[in-house]
Each structure stands twice: as structure tokens, then as C-alpha cells.
């Protein structure tokens, strides 16, 4: 089962709005919802976006997440420099099993 | 309070076992699902195994064999009993709880991670 497909990183300058982008297949973007996750160096990923675009209690709506087809996006708006981190999409493959993508390192500029 | 507190981990040789816990607490371990989910040193996330309310259990290919996930719901605590362990297992591993409502936050809880090394 291959990994999913996340660009390598991002940049973007304070206020801007970034996507990252995340490619999969039938049998895991195209079937079910995706996940994502912002990691910190040295701490456990956090929630961000779940079943697509549903947001976790506490994260705000700068935070936004799409789909369409094998592939979905992570969009944020408003970018601080808090914002810079790694993000990782996630979905569920019809085999029942997990999978994420490579990650994303994300740097404002 | 949610937490997901882990124990278990550290150095352990090429070929031997070890075995990972996961107390939780203001959920129930039986609820819905839990994963676990691993993170080479400098790398990316792993999905590792997950384990269903209703004992359904699925591994990923690199592990499928050699690890098993497990839980006590009368300590609500889960397990992941790893075997045949190689080097490439070196990593810091996670449990993570789907996301859930408690008393109105939804969320998705993980624990602090717990690092395995192998070496000899």
C-alpha cells in the first residue's frame, strides 16, 4: 500500500493564503475522508481537519480542508508565523488499514 | 480530563520484544477505534495498526506478523506487543484515540509518544 502524495513544502508570507495538496487513490481519497495534522518539532501531531472538512473544538476557520476526486487540500488562511510546522494528510484505504502522506514542511517567509 | 498516558519503550536488540502501553482516561478504549502510529527519527508519520470497538484488528504490511494490538478494557489500556524486531523499527510511537465529543470538545487525543530503539 503506497503512502499518500504530499508535496515536499510550502512557503507563504504573513496574511497570505497557502494550499497543500495531497494525492491518493480510489480506494482511500476517493472512498473515504481525509484527515489532517500539524506537527511541531518534538511533539505529538494535532488534529487539524477530520472527514475532510470538519474542524476539531478549538481550531480556527483560517484552518479549512477540501476534496475532490483521489485528491484533497489543506487551505490556510490568514498565515502566521505560528503557522510554520510540518502537516501530514491521513485517510482510511478500503483494505481497512491507515495511511498518510510524506508531510509537508510549511516556512513563512 | 482525556489523556492518553504511554509507558513501555526504550533500547532493546535486533530479534527481541517489547511491549507498549497506553492508559486512557475519560473515554473508553472500546469506543469506536484506536491506532497506533510510529515516526522514524527525522521522518514521517506511520500508521502502524488499528484495533476495533468490536476487536477487529489490521496492521500495516512492515509489521503485519510481528505486532499485535491488544487491550484490557477493564484497565482501559491498550497494547501493541512487538516482536522479531529489526532495526527499522527505531522510532517514537504514538496511540491515538478517532476523534471524539467530551462534554462538547471534539477532538482526536494522543499520547506523549514513546521512543524504541533498536540496536545492538
Known amino acids: 500500500h503506497s503512502a499518500l502524495t504530499q508535496p515536499p513544502s510550502a512557503s507563504g508570507t504573513p496574511g497570505q493564503r497557502v494550499t497543500i495538496s495531497c494525492s491518493g487513490s480510489?480506494?482511500?481519497?476517493?472512498?473515504?475522508?481525509v484527515n489532517w495534522y500539524q506537527q511541531l518539532p518534538g511533539t505529538a501531531p494535532k488534529l487539524l481537519i477530520y472527514?475532510?472538512?470538519q474542524r476539531p473544538s478549538g481550531v480556527p476557520d483560517r484552518f479549512s480542508g477540501s476534496k475532490s476526486g483521489t485528491s484533497a487540500s489543506l487551505a490556510i488562511s490568514g498565515l502566521r508565523s505560528e503557522d510554520e510546522a510540518e502537516y501530514y494528510c491521513?485517510?482510511?484505504?478500503?483494505?481497512?488499514?491507515?495511511?498518510f502522506g510524506g508531510g509537508t514542511k510549511l516556512t513563512v517567509l | 480530563e482525556v489523556q492518553l498516558v504511554q509507558s513501555g519503550g526504550g533500547l532493546v536488540q535486533p530479534g527481541g520484544s517489547q511491549r507498549l502501553s497506553c492508559a486512557a482516561s475519560?473515554?473508553?478504549?472500546?469506543?469506536?477505534?484506536m491506532t497506533w502510529v510510529r515516526q522514524a527519527p527525522g521522518k514521517g508519520l506511520e500508521w502502524v495498526s488499528v484495533?476495533?470497538?468490536?476487536?477487529?484488528?489490521y496492521y500495516a504490511d512492515s509489521v503485519k506478523g510481528r505486532f499485535t494490538v491488544s487491550r484490557d478494557i477493564s484497565k482501559n489500556t491498550l497494547y501493541l506487543q512487538m516482536s522479531s524486531l529489526r532495526v527499522d523499527d527505531t522510532a517514537v510511537y504514538y496511540c491515538?484515540?478517532?476523534?471524539?465529543?467530551?462534554?462538547?470538545?471534539?477532538?482526536?487525543?494522543w499520547g506523549q509518544g514513546t521512543l524504541v530503539t533498536v540496536s545492538s
Open positions: 472527514g475532510g472538512n
Open positions: 491515538a484515540s478517532p476523534p471524539i465529543s467530551v462534554d462538547g470538545v471534539i477532538d482526536e487525543y
Open positions: 480510489s480506494s482511500n481519497i476517493g472512498s473515504h475522508g
Open positions: 484495533i476495533y470497538y468490536d476487536g477487529r484488528t
Open positions: 491521513a485517510a482510511w484505504d478500503d483494505s481497512l488499514i491507515g495511511l
Open positions: 475519560g473515554f473508553n478504549v472500546s469506543f469506536n477505534y
